[in-house]
């Protein structure tokens, strides 16, 4: 070998491990939410998800960007996106691994079972996620629309995955996407343009023309779309399929594809209808809650995926420092390095925890207390969790020094997952409409009717802050609370902890307390704060001595240590 070209004390890529099995803060987090959840199957995709294959797969759908092909040789318009394979076989088992409508078809802890999954995926390939996790959130909200439920529905929780582009009800398995955003305003979707006109009635219910554009409508390759648009009632929901029912290509204008910060391998386009053929979901004028609903799914989703680009960075990090020596000792033994990596883990651990508290609500339809939780914790772990993803990505980077920084040809995963922070945290709602929307919440509450015990804990919760609310929150569910007095009977429907015994006194003033904004603040302290009790009170020099536990599995390769 050349001697000026020998490499040593480099880190090996980290492959060819479970993501699953060595993720002991996931697996924690499971135990404590659903103890009886079988996890054979996350198992199986734990070592799907780490394998030198599907990382491979990750780095050349990053490297081969997604193509548009707007027309044909001889000027036809195609509006056609093409793909790299790799694509393909993420999205085949992405599906494969029910990711996207399976848990709406039943099944005891699916949500939180798909939510684990989303996470260990994440790792792999979090942009191709995007559609799945659309294809999750519209599920639900195409019940509104029975005829089309009935034909797409179980299309949409089918685990197979065909690309090709043909109707969907052609097909074994679809995906779909959501189409809000417009040029003038994103977070403001009563401000949407785009019109719809009545255009009579077929077996799929009231059909509209659509005229219009989105400004961002990802994965214009899916099969379907739920879009808003302005009809004579105001703001509604349609259904508007790629291909209509007699085979032709519906009349949506992929205009270009964005050229994005990160988010490679998902291509997100900016589309014009120019009469789109769509169909009614819900009733006219309804198209705003209908959004705000699945917004809900997708955020839940935005929490998840940074919750598991935290998980994977700081694996990254623990994989690199274990083999990299500097100044006589693996980085991992130096004291400095110890307490970032220990800061990592916590709030890594931390992030895991509130996102899957808050993916088991989901399992738990006609639970009023588990309801409330869910709009409560949907802004804060949105909020916080996909704020301070940006931050430590880059400390994780960090760990990793000039590499950190290095992609060559999409090997470079932790900058990969620097540059796809950002989006969870833009997209489906902004850091301020996240406190906005808690506001809401927290007012509604405050107006919400609550049993005996509830009014209890709200005057506790009034005269000591957020403490007791944490202690409220974590615990299982009981008809007639203990801590105050006894509750009338049936009021186990009460809205325990979230909007009802959280009822502020001024709205404001609890925002700040649940919300703190101070830079550098740990998501574990705001984590009890907003009523998950999880193991996050260790002290970080235990976390510290845990540190090599799951991940650092290889040697170092250093051969001069
Ligand atoms: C990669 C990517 C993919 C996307 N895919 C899709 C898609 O498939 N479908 C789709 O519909 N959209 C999609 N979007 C759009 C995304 O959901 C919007 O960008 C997002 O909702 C914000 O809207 P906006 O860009 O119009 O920003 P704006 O609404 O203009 O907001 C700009 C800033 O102002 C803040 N703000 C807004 N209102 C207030 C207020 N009242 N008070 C204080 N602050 C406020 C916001 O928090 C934000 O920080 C995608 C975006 C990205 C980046």
Redesign the pocket.
Known sequence: MDATHEVFNQAEPLVGTNLFSGNRALRDALAFNAPALPTAELEQLGALAGSAEMQTHARLANVHLPQLRSHDRLGRRTDVVEFHPSYHALMAAAIGAALHGTPWAGGANAHLRRAAGFMLFTEVEP?IL?PIS?TYAVTPALRANPALAAEWGPLLASRAYDGRFVPGTQKPGVTM?????????????RSNTTQASADGDDAWGRRYAIVGH??????PMCDAFLV?AQSAGGLSCFFMPRILPDGSVNALRIQRL?D?L??KA?A?SEVEFAGATAWLVGDEGRGVPQILEMGNMTRLDCALGTSALMRQALAIALHHTAQRSAFGRPLIEQPAMKNVLADLALESEAATALALRLARTMDAPGDAHEAQMRRLLTPIAKFWICKRGSAFGQEAMECLGGNGYVEEGGEGVMARIYREMP?NS???????????DLLRVLRKGRRSGRCAGCRARARTWRERGVRPFRRHAARPHRRGHAGGRRAPAGAGHCARGAGGAAAPARAGVRLRRLLPLAPGRRLGADLRHAGVEHGIRRTHRARAARLTDPIATNPPKDPRR
Not at 177 to 189: A, N, P, Y
Request: proline share 0%.
């Open positions: 942009s995007c659309m996407g959501m189409g809000m955003t417009e040029k003038q305003g994103g977070s403001d979707v989105k400004w961002f409508l990802s994965a808003l964005k994005k990160g988010n998902n997100s989006v833009i997209w489906e709602g902004a850091g301020n409409i996240m406190a906005l």
